[in-house]
């Protein structure tokens, strides 16, 4: 069955129970997070009026306006907003199935465990797991996958990895099984020269607007940065480098400092949130490598 055919169970809405097809979700997804239907049905790559039909047919279908509309704005209703979220963990679920079907027939005999984790992020915590895991009986491979901010999350929801370390508040856990394994706290890295950086510690209020070090803009979950006058970020190579030219300044947690050069400074930020780091996978997981390598990581 073709995926946009695929039929699949969406509950939490006043018609619990109905079947839904993958192509109305997407649809819906479409809409709900560009709030216009000419936006969505670009985006589609599909004519306005069909698009705009198909929302309407879902809607009596399942009993329940989606989407409070005006000539000027749409918005979600309480069941859009339910919608939407059942609909993008329906659509990560199909998206799953195939990548995970498609890995173990190409994994076929040569089983290995994928792990996601942010590009230079708890980096020294990262190899002793590796290490450690190694030395384990019955280890396997690990398929390491550097990701961009936020992206650990999404390759674990569609199948694309096994398991992954997550940093809270950062990361969205929701859906996933997580262990903690670390917590630490945050400092903010500026230029060395700049007069912050001589400080011993700092507050969030002192770095509310510094002089010349706007904030960096990170790509949203469309992709789209949002307006303002930092610089845009794609990587934390990239973000540092940006910090050295005193072009920006950021606050990430502590174990950063490991990863600077004399042209970068971390001082303390003490009223920052404390940042907890996370081993995470599927619930429905029931992969013996995952199991041992989480039990690795929570030794460590």
């Known amino acids: 069955m073709p995926a946009d055919t695929a039929a699949v169970w969406i509950g939490g809405l006043p018609a619990l129970g109905r079947v839904v097809e993958t192509r109305e979700l997407r649809y819906f997804v479409a809409v709900a997070e560009e709030l216009h239907f000419g936006r969505a049905a670009q985006r589609l790559g599909i004519a306005q009026p069909p ?53 173990a027939v190409a994994d076929a ?68 099984d997580v262990e903690e394994l670390a917590t630490e706290g945050q400092v903010a890295l500026l230029p060395a020269g700049h007069p912050l950086s001589t400080r011993r510690e700092l507050r969030l209020a002192d770095l ?4 010349g070090l706007p904030a960096p803009r990170w790509p949203g979950p469309d992709g789209g940065y949002a307006p303002g006058p930092g610089p845009e970020v794609h990587s934390h190579t990239q973000l540092l480098q940006l910090v050295s030219l005193g072009r920006t300044h950021v ?19 003490v009223d920052a949130e404390e940042v907890t780091t996370l081993v995470a996978w599927p619930p429905h997981s029931r992969s013996r490598a995952v199991a041992d390598l989480v039990r690795t990581a929570l030794r460590l």
């Not at 009596?60 to 069941?79: F, K, P, W």
């Not at 606050?251 to 930020?269: C, G, I, K, M, N």
């Open 51 to 103: 698009l705009s039909r198909a929302i309407g047919a879902l809607e009596r279908r399942l009993g329940a306006a989606l989407l409070h509309r005006t000539s000027r704005s749409v918005a979600l209703t309480d069941a859009g907003a339910v919608l939407l979220r059942e609909a993008r963990a329906a659509l990560d679920a199909v998206v799953a199935a195939e990548h995970r079907t498609r890995r």
């Open 251 to 269: 606050v990430l947690p502590d174990s950063v400092r490991a990863q600077l050069h004399d042209d970068v400074v971390a001082v303390p930020v």
């Open 208 to 211: 509310a607007d510094v002089p």
């Open 109 to 176: 005999g040569r089983p290995q465990v994928v792990l996601a984790t942010k590009a230079a992020a708890s980096a020294e915590l990262l190899a002793k797991l590796l290490s450690a895991y190694a030395a384990e009986p019955g280890s396997v491979p690990v398929d390491v996958v550097l990701c961009g901010p936020g992206e650990q999350g999404r390759l674990l929801r569609t199948g694309r990895a096994d398991v992954a370390l997550l940093h809270r508040p950062f990361d969205d856990t929701t859906g996933l």
